[in-house]
């Protein structure tokens, strides 16, 4: 007989529970928290405060160092892909200018042996020289020869093209040649009839070399010389300084941008100097009402000096052509005659009594 439990019974036996509405328990629980509390649960929600599960594992570049490679060819071409300015090779000149002429002459030959056939059927069968159907159809020596003719042309005409691609290539600006040729030096990675770095006049460089100014020139020799930890920090990056050898002070790489932001630095105080310097002068020169007026001849002279300066300036600082350079000479010197026409204009005026 089934017996019918009442609801009592059941709550006493811990069989069953009181289903509380979800909406009415976040209701009571926000209540219950505090408003710190409320901000600080949203908080951990996002994920930029969540914790990672799993570890990051972080992976340090890999750099092809020079201690890494063995002495010889390995580590020769680890020095040359350390810097772009410093992939110099031979184009062997004086080959291409033998397989050309050789190559050349097999054509003229097969051009004396041509014509030769062409005179013989003259003789013969004109009409084998006019029509291309009826000479093929009799097997001539012709379009043997002509088949020969088109192997030979098409090899000499390919050498062609590359010999003027590599005549394209420039010679290695001498700092970039110094360089690399200082490495031999020190370092002797080759024997002495491989060391092709010695025939100077057969080395191009892959890369264009960079226009450089004196300026340019000047501050990479004196990093150079100053070769330490402060200016390899300043001037190189982790990677760069993975690459050379600490052990030598053959191989300092400096990171190209950060150079030129020196040189910038420079060439923007040397022009503010030239700017600032002589309206100073011509201020002290013409600005008090006082003194007497100072001579034309001093003004003048200031002018040429200053102007001339600023032409030295760009031509030594910069890579400006001659045109670029008159140019900004004249302006630089209108603007300081503009100034010197304005200048009473600007000083203190004097109050006459009425």
Known sequence: MATSLNDDDIMERGEARLEVPSEKMDL????????????????????????????????????????????????LAAFLDSNENFMLYRR????QARLLFYKQDELRELEARLD???????????????????DDAYGSRRKMLLQEIDVK?????????????????????ARDFRSVKSYFDSQVPLCNIESYIYRQEDIIALKPGREKAWLDTSVEKILQMLNSRITRYIFSTPDLRAKADDQTKNL??????????LISAINLGVIVA????????????????????????????????????????????????????????????AVLVVFIGNVKQLGPQKVTPS
């Not at 710190?36 to 799993?54: E, H």
């Not at 062997?92 to 080959?95: I, M, S």
């Not at 042309?153 to 600006?173: E, H, I, Q, T």
């Open 252 to 261: 300092i790489l400096y990171k190209h941008t950060r150079i030129a932001l």
């Open 28 to 75: 009571e629980m926000r209540k219950s928290q505090s408003y710190p509390a409320r901000i600080l649960r949203r908080c951990r929600n996002i994920k930029i405060f969540r914790r990672s599960s799993s570890a990051v594992m972080v992976r340090t570049t890999m750099i092809r160092s020079l201690n890494d490679c063995p002495r010889g060819y390995p580590r």
């Open 116 to 134: 030769r056939i062409d005179r013989l059927d003259e003789r013969r069968d004109k009409s084998l020289l006019s029509s291309r159907q009826k």
């Open 274 to 333: 030239l700017l600032v310097l002589p309206v100073y002068l011509l201020w002290q020169l013409t600005a008090s009402a006082e003194q007497k007026a100072p001579p034309a001849s001093l003004i003048i002279g200031i002018l040429a000096v200053f102007t001339v300066a600023f032409s030295g300036a760009l031509s030594v600082f910069t890579r400006a052509k001659r045109h670029e350079i008159l140019a900004s000479s004249a302006a630089y010197c």
């Open 153 to 173: 042309f098409k090899d000499y005409a390919s050498l062609l093209v590359v010999a003027r691609d590599l005549a394209s290539f420039n010679r290695p600006p």
């Open 92 to 95: 062997f000149g004086f080959l």
